[in-house]
């Protein structure tokens, strides 16, 4: 049976993104047959249901959790930085990264630090939510469509599009998400770069259709920011130091569940 290599990656929670659509079954497939290859009849493949959704990016904070990527100092001078919370006031806080990594912990909300304090990343806490996303999905015929645009981000940021993949209920202790490059899986479809303005858009075509939240797994496209302004390929790059979710949003379940 194949095996998920997993890392610590991306936070998929969904609920808090605005869906409107008829959900499709969508199988993702973690294994191969078991005994004789040759006696194993392959199973036709079934075209994705037609789909139809609007989807709405959100930030950790706004699910219970702590920013996970960007750090501040709440004493300054202290030379020790911690995560943002829904109860982090000062927005005119810069933010940091830390001195050493720090691997995604976004279900256990104690973990907001303190960390070494990191290179200075150019802005403030209130220009990191100032952010905002939405757009459409959209699925026809076993072609998906994404037509996403942003406002806020980063000017002339280098960002990248997950697709991300995480156990559920989760694991314990927790083993962190499986990150996909959107489209491509040497990610050369995940890229785009916000203009002078903060101002993006993401518009991208695929076969077959997204992946959606399924039995056993839960599905969400995440937004990273890239602060030394270097991509990856098919990796995410290392979170928390270089590579930064801003937002992301849960896909929802498939048809039936």
Sequence with gaps: MTKFLVSTAVS?????????????????????????VANTSA?????????????????????GMAEQDVFYEMVPGSGEVFRPTAATRDMDAPLYAPAVP????????????????????????????????????TCENGVGKVDFSFENLVPDGVYTMWHDFMVWPPTDPFIGTYDLPFGARDGSENVFVAKADGSAEFIRTISPCLQLTGEHLMADLAVAWHSDGKTYGPLTGEFSTVTHVQMYVGLPRRAGM
């Design 12 to 36: 998929m929670v969904l609920g808090a993104a605005t869906v409107a659509a008829e959900t499709q079954e969508v199988q993702f497939d973690s294994g191969v047959p078991v005994g004789n």
């Design 43 to 63: 199973t036709p493949a079934v075209a994705d249901a037609p789909e139809h959704m609007t989807l709405n990016f959100i930030f950790h904070i706004d699910e």
């Design 102 to 137: 720090v691997a995604h912990n976004f279900l256990d909300t104690e973990d907001t630090g303190p960390y070494p304090k990191g290179r200075a990343l150019g802005l403030t806490l209130g220009e990191w939510f100032a952010a905002k996303g939405n757009g459409t999905y």
